[in-house]
């Protein structure tokens, strides 16, 4: 493949300006002279009809003049002069444009018609735009500030994205007090054409940087930012500040869930999934990107804290319970070894008070102690300035020590002028220091919710992998049955009917009209039973007393549904006709309950919560929630975050609940807002849960037409394609499996380029290349199944290797076509594997409407050449390319 399609953005030979300017108050003066300043050393050319020169470089008329091929353009004249110019860049072959002007989207109608004309005149020329209304872009390593942003940016190895100028300028800001460099800036602005994810896309690969940081606002893509987020994220630390909270949209007035769960805490658990960490002030965010630069790995969050004074250890004590960070107990072997370097009156705890006398050589061997205690996964070494200690001496001796630890190591050196030298001695070292302990604290916290999140990033569950198969076909029969009546609520009935398609065990609930059919019911299933109101105007039953339990006889329940009856009249005169059901009274003395809910995100789609239910659910506030699809490893997760976990243990005379149960009522319900799509929201309240098992006593749905294409578009994230599983036999009687790859086939993979012939890994890389590197490695297996398919060849014979073979698409930026990759090992070739991969992949790109499947093949790979003939393929020749052809198939016919 050649270089990515932003590439001309970030590393372009000429650059012309739209709009640049003498006047020392305009935007068109500060781009010319920060691209002057940075040192660009390509071509400059700045475009304005009214000056022939402009900071000694000769000016332009407009972009037709320009002598040479442009490869970037930054335009900052007023918006309504913008569609000209896109038209000017068209003509002129550019395909990269930075908008700087304002006045579109942003601004009303006008705006919003005049964004609309500018990405139109994109289309046509095949244009990609950042922008509009945005600081720019900037590349100090390839001496590119494309910004109006105030100074210089020095290079470095962070990339920041930002959808705010402002915010992107107070960063760089900052950063600049602080010494610390970038790779890359962009300032997003509108993000009228490319997004987040596209960007993201583009910094994953980018060797220049080591770590992202992001000021998000707003999604636009839900999928193309969280693909973008992945896709960077397995390669390297993300960090992101979001600002606002769009809880509108996503709360349901009827829905107990809705009032809980808002924008924002959907928003946190789809970057979790997405393996990247949250942050809440510019501190943090380079505070946490300080920490995550080392690639420490932690397996828990026990912080071990090693001090010359109390009150700093007490304070980051209070801190890391703040932050849910765990303080680490000691073991006794650590405690003894402690008790032989230490002063007799050294706290004998964590925090690990050395004492105000501390030397470098106490703080070592504490240090050394600490880092072999399989209790400590991490440790803070704070420092205040004591007449008897030297700062220098012993920052020396904690970078020493630290050197060769895979734990990490964190420093606070607290004070002014006293510790400073200490401090700098970090700044080149694998210990992050931080100015105070609070702060290094919350830095830990970052690195073990990084920790979490990457293996959340690696869970790729099916929808029901681990579940008795639902009748999937039966529930949504049942939906589309209401929303044929014009309903969108589904009665007490209908929604049980759809938990127990999913095997989620229900009470009996039989509906009724009037008090004889109450009284049947009830002695039909036994006293004592419930009576409910079930209308659909009434969601919360409770609210208007439409609930009355323990009911012991035909004349308790008579009496009980006229006098419910008459008062619902009384309160509503509309309702003409009032309807009910009975339930069998169900009693568990050890049950209890739990509350679990999903709402329709209006950005991230379908969001799962659990917690303590029952009538005082809004007051307890008790939420976990997580995107789907669950596994039990998420699940588990959930629960762990929620006051429910405990409550679901045994304590005082209660044994502990059934929590196997419980998971397995989370996964059903994962599957079903995966495979129906028509869920808008779901209550289940409450669902009680007890040793034996679990009940679902009350549940509520409503739904909506789905309008979606293909499967799983109402979801942020992309289940594993188990349905694209395929069972075939080879010539020699071999069976082999064809599936969509997975994380855990990393080993798989590397194992089989290993074994590839010098020849067949030229024909599949184009290059020289001995084994996969880490990086190749993640790409390749931890893939977004919406974006891109790969599909491996496996067996289990004997004879054979495990792996035989794999084939790979990657969509394109336009959307509509992908880029294949095939590879067949040597000892395997000539056995049909290959055509059989190719047409997994083809079929899977045309279900997803893809219309060009295309690839770069060897002119000299034969067998490659003659695979895509025979599967209708045409082969093209590439200009000034003797060596590679492109081959192409329609999938439209």
């Not at 703080?363 to 420092?383: F, H």
């Not at 009350?698 to 599983?725: C, F, G, N, V």
Request: aromatic fraction near 6%; charge should be negative; charged fraction near 20%.
């Amino acid at each position: 493949m050649g270089p990515h399609y932003l590439n001309r953005f970030f590393t372009p030979k000429s650059v012309a300006i739209v709009g640049a300017s003498e006047r020392e108050a305009s935007v068109g003066y500060r781009l010319l002279l920060n691209m002057q300043e940075a040192g660009f050393s390509g071509g400059l050319y700045p475009v304005n009809n009214k000056r022939e020169t402009l900071l000694g470089l000769k000016a332009y008329p407009d972009l037709g003049s320009v002598p040479e091929e442009i490869d970037l353009v930054v335009i900052s004249t007023p918006a309504p002069s913008v569609p000209d110019v896109m038209r000017q860049c068209g003509e002129k072959g550019v395909t990269s444009v930075i908008i700087i002007s304002a006045g579109f989207g942003e601004l009303g109608a006008e705006g919003k018609r005049l964004q609309q004309e500018v990405l139109d005149i994109a289309h046509r020329y095949s244009i990609r735009i950042i922008g509009p209304n945005c600081l720019g872009v900037a590349r100090p390593s390839g001496e590119l500030n494309a910004t109006f942003g105030d100074g210089t940016i020095k290079d470095g190895s962070l990339a920041l994205l930002s959808q705010s100028g402002a915010v992107c300028t107070a960063i760089l800001d900052w950063a600049k007090s602080q010494d610390i460099g970038f790779s890359t800036v962009v300032s997003m602005g509108g993000a009228a054409d490319i997004d987040f994810g596209e960007v993201l896309d583009y910094l994953a690969t980018d060797s220049k940087t080591t770590g992202i940081l992001m000021y998000v606002e707003g999604i636009r893509d839900a999928r193309r930012f969280l693909s973008g987020l992945k896709a960077a994220a397995r390669l390297k630390p993300v960090i992101l500040i979001k600002s606002g909270r769009h809880e509108a949209g996503c709360k349901a007035a009827m829905s107990h869930t809705g009032a809980m769960v808002g924008g924002d805490n959907v928003f946190d658990a789809a970057i979790a999934r997405a393996g990247v960490v949250r942050v809440y002030s510019i501190n943090e965010l380079f505070s946490a990107a300080r920490v995550l630069a080392n690639n420490y790995i932690v397996k828990k969050d026990r912080l071990a804290i090693i001090t010359n004074a109390g009150g700093p250890g007490v304070m980051s004590t209070d801190r890391a319970e703040d932050v849910g960070v765990q303080m680490a107990e000691l073991c006794p072997a650590t405690i003894d070894a402690l008790n032989e370097v230490l002063p007799v009156h050294w706290s004998h705890a964590n925090p690990i008070d050395i004492l105000g006398d501390a030397t470098s050589e106490r703080y070592q061997k504490a240090l050394e102690i600490c880092l072999k205690d399989k209790n400590v996964d991490g440790i803070l070494v704070i420092l205040t300035p004591q007449a008897m200690t030297n700062p220098k001496q012993v920052a020396e001796c904690i970078i020493e020590g630290a050197k060769n630890s895979k734990k990490p190591v964190l420093a606070s050196w607290t004070g002014g002028a006293r510790v400073q030298e200490g401090r700098n001695l970090f700044a080149n070292s694998k210990v992050a220091h931080f100015s105070t302990p609070e702060i290094a604290v919350d830095a830990f916290s970052f690195l073990t919710s990084y920790t979490q999140n990457q293996i959340l990033l690696k869970q790729i569950p099916s929808p029901s992998d681990e579940l008795a198969a639902p009748d999937i076909a039966g529930a949504r029969l049942i939906v589309e049955r209401v929303l044929a009546e014009g309903r969108q609520v589904l009665t007490a009935q209908e929604a049980k009917a759809i938990l127990a398609a999913f095997h989620i065990p229900v009470n009996q609930t039989i509906k009724v009209s009037n008090a004889k059919d109450a009284m049947i019911a009830a002695e039909t299933m036994r006293f004592p039973v419930v009576l409910k109101v079930n209308m659909a105007e009434f969601s919360h039953k409770s609210d208007i007393g439409g609930v009355r339990l323990n009911i012991g006889s035909v004349q308790e329940i008579s009496h009980h549904y006229q006098e419910m009856e008459t008062a619902i009249k009384q309160r509503h005169p509309e309702v003409k006709e009032v309807g009910m059901t009975v339930e069998p009274m169900y009693k568990s003395p050890s049950g209890r309950e739990l509350m679990i809910g999903v709402v329709r995100d209006p950005v991230f789609g379908p969001a799962i919560s659990v917690g303590l239910g029952g009538t005082m659910v809004e007051i307890l506030k008790d939420s976990s929630v997580a995107l789907p699809p669950l596994n039990a490893y998420m699940v588990e997760q959930m629960l762990a975050k929620t006051k429910a976990s405990k409550y679901l243990g045994a304590f005082r005379q209660l044994p502990a609940a059934n929590k196997q149960a419980l998971v397995d009522v989370l996964l059903n319900v994962s599957a079903m807002v995966s495979e129906l799509p028509e869920i808008l929201e779901l209550d289940i309240n409450p669902l009680i849960v007890d040793e034996h098992g679990v009940m679902a006593v009350d549940a509520r749905i409503k739904a909506e037409t789905s309008h979606q294409l293909t499967s799983y578009s109402h979801m942020a994230i992309h289940p594993y394609p188990h349905h694209l599983i395929q069972h075939h036999q080879l010539s020699n009687g071999a069976n082999i499996t064809i599936r969509p790859i997975r994380p855990e086939d990393a080993g798989l993979e590397k194992d089989f380029v290993h074994r590839l012939s010098e020849r067949t890994k030229y024909f599949r890389f184009m290059q020289a290349l001995q084994e996969l590197t880490p990086e190749m490695i993640v790409r390749f297996t931890q893939i977004d199944y919406d974006r891109e398919m790969a599909f491996v060849a496996v067996t289990e014979d004997e004879n054979l290797p495990n792996e035989l073979g794999v084939g790979r698409y990657m969509a394109n930026p336009d959307g509509h076509s992908v880029e294949f990759a095939l590879v067949v090992a040597d000892d395997s070739q000539c056995m049909g594997i290959g055509t059989r991969l190719m047409k997994a992949l083809l079929q899977t790109a045309k279900s997803k409407g893809i219309a060009f499947f295309e690839g770069e093949v060897l002119a000299i790979n034969k067998p490659m050449l003659s695979l895509v003939t025979k599967l209708g393929f045409s082969i093209e020749s590439i200009a000034g390319d003797s060596e590679v052809v492109q081959v192409v198939k329609d999938l439209r016919q």
